[in-house]
């Protein structure tokens, strides 16, 4: 993803939500009231509201988002242009699912089945499109009437396209909707494009009045239709493209296996899968028949030898892709996310180092006391000192004696005489 930053340099990049919570250096459980909410926000002032609770719940949690996902995650800061509010990537995860299988194929192999899966979903949306009917996709209409129903809500006009939108029953939340320029504070109208529950009571309180006139046009089946007119051509196989000398190879990237990935059923091209020569069936090797004759196998490996090992790949560094340079990002497309200012108990946060163990053979100090009611302090002092081995060591000394005393019996007497304090010898008598 280093290449869009290079191309697409005011391009609003997100972060899934899903993938953000399988991070496992916070517990995410603790904070999950107001993590998910934070980010399905419209407004900033919820969002700062839910970040204030995570931060006196776990500001810990607080300081981690802050210092590792900056990336855009949260409604509040989405862009107004684009009109799409999914804070996952499942649209991502749906064409990946999409094209899984065919993954494993050689480049040219893979970018002609990619558009030959291309050519026939366009041909199957434009169907669709020309059997559409109306003004609004049919999914769009029936969302909208879906939220139309049963809307506890008082609206006051101050004009036929400007008015207070407030919940029965004295929530204490008021919102301002404007018809005419098609804007909510809640900011949901502005971000997804389609009328907030607050448009739609105002919409629906109007005579005469209906709510596919106040959806965005990215939702018109004019721009559906306009999106899949164009025709993805036919060709023919790979035999018979046009042949064209370059001067460069491009050698394949040399990737690093994964520990504990799934294997890949990877296919050879245009050939298809292996077949195996005993058996003739396809999806494995001639060394790992199981159908085939026993016979005809060791006549095979002996004719052929046994499998060569596989080399492990080594890895390279990811290519970066170049581009011309867009326009700067201008204040209104926020590119990364804006926290509220930190507090203090994420300033008192003090990143954790890891230290040796130790085994102290001693700890000196002083203990501070104070009896109940009395001012007088004691200081107690505190003082361990572990015994040390020397009933160990000279447990030690003495076996290495004795076995010394064994080997040269002269000498250890001579050491001993030697370590022996000096004794008067008793005087000679004349008999």
């Known amino acids: 993803m280093e290449g869009v930053k290079v191309v697409f340099p005011t391009a609003e990049h997100r972060e ?15 904070i999950d009231d107001n993590l998910w909410p934070a980010a399905y926000a419209y407004n900033p002032y919820y969002f700062q509201k839910h970040w204030k609770a995570m931060a006196d719940a776990k500001p810990a949690a607080v300081k981690y988002l802050r210092d590792n996902h900056t990336k855009l995650w949260t409604r509040s800061q989405f862009n107004t242009l684009c009109k799409v509010d999914y804070v996952t990537n499942n649209l991502a995860e749906s064409c990946n699912n999409w094209v899984k299988g065919h993954k ?12 030959r899966k291309l050519m026939l979903k366009f041909n199957k949306r434009r169907k669709i499109a020309q059997k559409m009917e109306g003004k609004i996709l ?76 106040y959806v965005d046009m990215y939702y018109l089946v004019e721009k559906f239709r306009a999106a899949y007119a164009g025709l993805i051509p036919a060709l023919p196989d790979k035999s018979q493209w046009p042949e064209s000398s370059h001067d460069f190879f491009l050698y394949p990237p040399l990737l690093k296996p994964v520990a ?72 209104n497309q926020p590119l990364s996310m804006t926290f509220p200012p930190e507090t203090s108990t994420e300033l008192a946060i003090v990143p954790a180092k890891k230290r040796k163990k ?36 000279e447990q030690q000394k003495a076996a290495k004696e004795k076995k010394a005393s064994e080997k040269n019996p002269k000498a250890t007497k001579a050491k001993k005489a030697a370590k022996r304090p000096n004794e008067k010898k008793p005087k000679e008598t004349d008999q």
């Open 358 to 393: 130790t085994i102290p053979t001693s700890y000196s100090g002083s203990l501070m006391l104070s009896g109940s009611g009395s001012n007088q302090v004691s200081a107690i002092p505190l003082s361990v000192a572990f015994p040390t081995s020397e009933v160990e060591s």
């Open 104 to 115: 494993g194929m050689h480049l040219d192999s893979l970018l002609d089945m990619l558009r």
């Open 16 to 30: 899934c939500m899903v993938h953000l919570q399988l991070q496992k250096e916070i517990p995410w459980q603790s």
């Open 260 to 331: 504990g990935r799934r294997k890949t059923q990877r296919h050879n091209g245009r050939k298809g899968k292996h077949k195996c020569p005993i058996c003739k069936n396809l999806g494995h090797h001639w060394y790992t028949c199981k159908e085939g004759d026993p016979n005809d196998i060791a006549e095979m490996l002996a004719t052929r030898g046994p499998p060569k090992p596989r080399k492990r790949k080594a890895t390279t560094e990811t290519s970066t892709a170049a581009g011309s340079a867009a326009s700067t990002p201008t204040p």
């Open 138 to 213: 049919d999914h769009i209409v029936k969302h909208l009437k879906e939220r139309s129903r049963n809307l506890n809500m008082d609206v006051e006009f101050g004009s036929p396209d400007i008015g207070e939108v407030s919940w029965r029953g004295g929530s204490g939340y008021r919102y301002a909707v404007n018809l005419k320029e098609r804007t909510c504070t809640c900011r949901e109208w502005q971000i997804s494009g389609k009328p907030c529950l607050h448009a739609i009571a105002m919409i629906t309180s109007i005579r005469n009045e209906k709510l596919e006139d």
